[in-house]
C-alpha cells in the first residue's frame, strides 16, 4: 500500500467517526459558538469574512454570519464549483436568496469577494490544528489560493481526535471554535 493510499483509508476512517460524533451534537450550539468567535477572535475591522451555509448536523454558525452582517463585515458564502477547482465566494446579506448547490450547499447569487479571513467546516481537528474534511478537497484547494487569509474552524468540541492524518497539502487552520471555547495554533 503506497502513503497516499495509506493516508486515504486513514482519513475514509476517521470520517466515519468523526460524522457519528457529530451527529450527537446539537446543532444549535452554534450561538455559542458565535460568541467565543466574537469575544476572542473577531474578524479585524474592514475583513471579509467567507462563511457557509450549514448543512445537516454541521454546528449552526448563522448566529455568527448574522452577528458579523449587524456590525458591518462584508459576509460572503462559497458556491461549489466542478470538482478539482477552488470554492468561489458570493457576497451574502441576511434575507438574501439562497440557491443550491452541489453537495447539499446553499449559496447567494452575490458578486464574488475575496475574503481575509475564512470560516472553515470540518469534520475533525486535532490539539496541532489540523483539519480533516469532507473529502473533495475544496477547502485546501480554496486556502491554498488564500495564504494570508485567517483560517477559523468551526466544529463541535466532540470533534477533537488525537490525530488527524495530513499531508503537505493539508492546510492547519489557525484557530478554532467551538461551543466550548475558541483555541489557537501557533504553528499554522
Known amino acids: 500500500m503506497t502513503d497516499a493510499t495509506a493516508l486515504a483509508a486513514a482519513k475514509a476512517a476517521l470520517r466515519k467517526q468523526a460524522m457519528a460524533a457529530r451527529n450527537a451534537c446539537d446543532p444549535a450550539l452554534g450561538a455559542?459558538?458565535?460568541?467565543?468567535?466574537?469575544?476572542?477572535?473577531?474578524?479585524?475591522?474592514g475583513a471579509v469574512v467567507a462563511g457557509y451555509w450549514p448543512m445537516g448536523d454541521e454546528i449552526d454558525i448563522r448566529p455568527l454570519l448574522y452577528a458579523l452582517a449587524a456590525r458591518g463585515f462584508v459576509v460572503c458564502l462559497p458556491e461549489t464549483p466542478p470538482r478539482g477547482q477552488p470554492l468561489v465566494f458570493k457576497k451574502w446579506q441576511p434575507g438574501a436568496a439562497l440557491f443550491a448547490g452541489r453537495f447539499g450547499t446553499s449559496h447567494p447569487a452575490g458578486e464574488v469577494a475575496r475574503p481575509d479571513f475564512v470560516l472553515v467546516p470540518l469534520l475533525a481537528f486535532d490539539a496541532k490544528g489540523n483539519r480533516l474534511g469532507y473529502g473533495g478537497g475544496y477547502y485546501d484547494r480554496t486556502l491554498a489560493a488564500l495564504p494570508n487569509a485567517f483560517r477559523l474552524g468551526c466544529a463541535f468540541a466532540a470533534q477533537e481526535v488525537e490525530a488527524?492524518?495530513?499531508?503537505?497539502?493539508?492546510l492547519k487552520i489557525h484557530a478554532l471554535a467551538t461551543e466550548v471555547s475558541l483555541r489557537r495554533f501557533q504553528d499554522a
Open 32 to 45: 455559542q459558538l458565535a460568541r467565543h468567535v466574537l469575544e476572542d477572535c473577531p474578524p479585524p475591522a
Open 164 to 170: 488527524v492524518p495530513a499531508d503537505a497539502n493539508d
